[in-house]
Structure formats: C-alpha cells, structure tokens
Nanobody, 124 residues
Framework: QVQLAESGGGSVQAGGSLRLSCAASGRIFSLYTMGWFRQVPGKEREFVACITWSGDSTYYADSAKGRFTISRDNAKNTVYLPMNSLKPEDTAVYYC?????????????????WGQGTQVTVSS
C-alpha cells in the first residue's frame, strides 16, 4: 500500500509559478512510476506528466511541455512538479499517482494509487 499526499497548490495570476509536491509513504517509493494528472469539474481527468522509477525517463502532455518539469527524489520519497508560465486553462485539481510499472505511463487507469488532490487556480 502507498499513501500519497499532494501539496503546493494555490491561486496565482497568469504567468505566475507554483511548485507541486507529492510525498509518498508505505511501500518502496522508488519502485513506482509517478505521474501527475489534473481534472476540472465536468471534464475527464487529464494526464500532465510522469517520471519513471529511476528518473531517467519523463513524458509530458503537450499542454505541459516547456512549462512544467517533473522530477523525483527517491531518498525523500517525493515527486515534484514546478509549473511556470501558468495559464487560466491550467486551473484544475492536480493529482499525484503511482503505478507499479517501470516505464512511462500516461493512462490513468494503469495507476494503482492516487492522492487526494490539490487545487490550482490561475486567474487572468
């Protein structure tokens, strides 16, 4: 079992930055591919970014490329998502997830554990 807890959400103006963190506890964190997803009420959950267990492979949604950077610190059992140049369309609840797979995973259904989410609001 893995428990995930997101933090770092908040409200910013367009063009601003936020840094999301996801702290994991439970089973060995380093075994998992970690991902970030987001969801707006009434819409489907959307993949944002993921990073493999070793950190040597990352993958981003087109909407995140060039603005978001996913990273992880296995010694701290934490994954990060600094987000720059935020846009109003980035407004969503952001979720951290863990997949028991050692590869890039973009499909939410393949993730085994999820956090409770953190709200990100970007105003114009």
């Amino acid at each position: 079992q893995v428990q995930l807890a997101e933090s770092g959400g908040g409200s910013v103006q367009a063009g601003g930055s936020l840094r999301l963190s996801c702290a994991a506890s439970g089973r060995i964190f380093s075994l998992y591919t970690m991902g970030w997803f987001r969801q707006v009420p009434g819409k489907e959950r959307e993949f944002v970014a993921c990073i493999t267990w070793s950190g040597d492979s990352t993958y981003y949604a087109d909407s995140a490329k060039g603005r978001f950077t996913i990273s992880r610190d296995n010694a701290k059992n934490t994954v990060y998502l600094p987000m720059n140049s935020l846009k109003p369309e980035d407004t969503a609840v952001y979720y951290c997830a863990a997949a028991i797979l050692r590869r890039v995973v973009t499909t939410g259904g393949l993730y085994n554990y999820w956090g409770q989410g953190t709200q990100v609001t970007v105003s114009s």
